[in-house]
C-alpha cells in the first residue's frame, strides 16, 4: 500500500461521488422544472408508435439525465391510458440509450472547468429574481458539479493502480465476466444511478487502473443495476406500473445476457473503434456503453410485441386504466347530422362526468386511507378530466359552426356548460387531495369528530354529483330538483361544520392548522355542491 493511507482513497472517493450525484440530481432538476409539462407532452405526442417512442425515450432521458425518471413518468402515461404498453415499451428502450449521453459527456473531459462552471451556475442562481435564469443556474450548478465530484473521486482512485488485491480483482473481472457483471450490478443498486457507475467506470479506466476487457462486463451490470429503482417505484403501483418496470428488467437482462455471450467479438469492436477515431480513455467507455445500449435496442426493437405479451402474462391481473381517449366524439356526425354529434357530445360529457364520481371516490378514499395508491388514481382521474374538457369544448365549437334547430341549440350550450363544470369539480377534488397532503407532510391531525363531519360531507357531495349527472342523462325534471335540495343541504353542512369546528378550537380540541385544512377541504365540497346544482339548473333549462 506504501504511503497513501486509507483515508486518502476513500474520503475524496465517497465525498466525490456524493458531489457528483447530487450534480446529477441537481442538474436533472433544473432541466426538468425549465422543461416541465412539456416532457409529458413530449411522450404523449411522439409516441404514436414504438419507433417515435424510442426517439421520445431518449430525448426525454437527455432532458433530465435519468432513465429511471423517464420510465416512472411513462408508469405514470401507462397509468392513465395516455400510452399503451407497446409505446412504453419503445420509451423505455429509448430511455436507456439516452443515459448514455451522461457517459459521452463525462467523456468530453472538461473537469478543468469544473470549478468555474459552479461559479456560472451559482450567479445564475443567486443574483437572479426570475425563476428560468434560476432553472438554468441550477442545470450549470449541477453540471459543474457532476465534474468536480468525477475529478475527486479520480483522485481518490489513483492509487488503486499499485494495490494489489485491487489488481488482482480486475484480473479476475476480465477471467470471469460475470463477476463484472455482478460488480456492476451491486454499485449500480446502491448508489442508484447508472451514471455514477459509469463515470467511476471511466475515471479508472483513464487511470489505466482497470482495462477494457474488465471494464465491459461492469457496463452490462450497471444497466441491470438501474433497472431496481423502476422496480421499486413500481411496488405498490398499478399493474401496468409493474408490467413496464418488468419490461425493463426484462429488456435490460437480455441485453446483458446477449452482449456476455458476444463478449469476446465485442471487446475486440470497441478497441479497434479507440484505434481508429482515436479516442481517449474516457470516451471508449462512452462509445463502449453507446453501443452496448443502441445495438440492445435495435436487436429487441421487433420483438416489442412479443415483450408485451411477455410482460402481460408475467404481471396477470386486470389493467385499471382510465381510459383518457374520447369515445363518443366522432367527427363525422358534425356534417352528416349536427344532432346526432349533440348527442354524442353529451355521451362523452356523462363519461367525464363519471370520471369526475370515480376521481370523488378516490379523493374519499385518500383522506381516509392517506394511501397514495388513491390519489395517484385521482389525480389521473383529473388530468383525465381536463383532457376530455377540451377534446368536447372542441367538439362543441365545430358543431356550433353548422345550423342547429332551436332545442339542440339550447342543448348545446347546456352541455357547453355542464362541461365547465365538470371541469370545476376536478379541480376543487384536486384541492382536497393538495390539503390532504399537506396534512401528511406537516404532520396536522384532525380529529374523529371532524373526520366524521368530513366523510358524511364527502359522501353527501358525491350523491349529488352522481344524482345531477342522471338527471342530465334522463333530463329528468325531479332528479333535478332532488339534486339542488341536496345542495341546499350541503351547504347548510358547511355552515354547521364551520361552528362545530369553532367550538372545537375553543375547547382546545384541534388546532389552527388543522382547523384550516378542515374548513377548507369543506369548503371546497360545497363548492362541488354548487356545480353539481349548476348542472341540475341546466337540466331545467332544457323544458
Known sequence: MGDV??????????????????????????????AGDKLREILDRFTTNPFMGVLAGIVVTVLIQTSTGTTVLTIGLVNAGFMTLRQAIGVIMGANIGTTVTAFIIGIDISAYALPIIAVGTLLLFFFKNNRI??????????????????LMGEGMKPLRTLDTFQELTVSMSEIPL???????????????????????????????????????????????????????????????????????????????????????????????????????????????????????????????????????????????????????????????????INQAKQETLRMGELAVQGLQETRDYVNTNSGKHSEMAY????????????????????SSTSITEADSTLHSSIVNIVRDIERIGDHFENVLELNEYKLTNKVIITEDAMQDLNEMLDLT??????????????????????????????????????????????????????????????????????????????????
Open 134 to 151: 434560476n432553472y438554468l443556474g441550477q442545470v450549470f450548478f449541477g453540471f459543474g458539479a457532476l465534474f468536480y465530484g468525477l475529478e
Open 380 to 399: 389521473q382521474f383529473e388530468h383525465a378530466i381536463n383532457d376530455l374538457d377540451k377534446k368536447i369544448t372542441n367538439y362543441l365549437v365545430q358543431i
Open 5 to 34: 493511507s486509507v483515508q486518502e482513497m476513500i474520503f475524496p472517493f465517497i465525498g466525490g461521488l456524493g458531489i457528483f450525484l447530487f450534480g446529477i440530481k441537481y442538474m436533472g432538476d433544473g432541466l426538468q422544472k425549465s
Open 179 to 341: 463477476l463484472g457483471v455482478l460488480v456492476g450490478t451491486i454499485f449500480t443498486v446502491i448508489v442508484q444511478s447508472s451514471s455514477a457507475t459509469i463515470g467511476i467506470l471511466q475515471s479508472l479506466h483513464a487511470e489505466g487502473a482497470i482495462e477494457l476487457a474488465a471494464a465491459l462486463p461492469v457496463l452490462f451490470g450497471d444497466n441491470i443495476g438501474t433497472t431496481i429503482t423502476a422496480v421499486i417505484a413500481a411496488i405498490g403501483a398499478s399493474v401496468a406500473a409493474k408490467r413496464a418496470a418488468a419490461t425493463h428488467v426484462i429488456f435490460n437482462l437480455v441485453g446483458a445476457t446477449l452482449f456476455l455471450i458476444l463478449l469476446p467479438p465485442f471487446t475486440s469492436l470497441i478497441s479497434w473503434m479507440q484505434e481508429v477515431l482515436a479516442l481517449e480513455p474516457k470516451m471508449t467507455i462512452a462509445f463502449a456503453h453507446g453501443t452496448f445500449n443502441i445495438t440492445n435496442t435495435i436487436i429487441q426493437f421487433p420483438f416489442i410485441a412479443l415483450l408485451a405479451v411477455l410482460v402481460t402474462k408475467i404481471v396477470p391481473g386486470e389493467d385499471q386504466v382510465i381510459d383518457y381517449k374520447p369515445k363518443h366524439l366522432d367527427p363525422i356526425f358534425i356534417a352528416q347530422s349536427p344532432s346526432v354529434a
Open 462 to 543: 358525491i350523491s349529488t354529483v352522481s344524482q345531477a349527472l342522471e338527471a342530465f342523462e334522463k333530463m329528468d325534471d325531479e332528479l333535478a330538483d332532488a339534486v339542488m335540495a341536496k345542495e341546499n343541504e350541503i351547504d347548510n353542512m358547511e355552515k354547521v361544520y364551520r361552528k362545530n369546528h369553532i367550538l372545537r378550537l375553543n375547547k382546545g380540541i384541534c388546532n389552527g392548522t388543522a382547523g384550516i385544512v378542515f374548513v377548507d377541504m369543506i369548503s371546497n365540497l360545497e363548492r362541488i355542491g354548487d356545480h353539481a346544482s349548476n348542472v341540475a339548473q341546466e337540466v331545467k333549462n332544457n323544458h
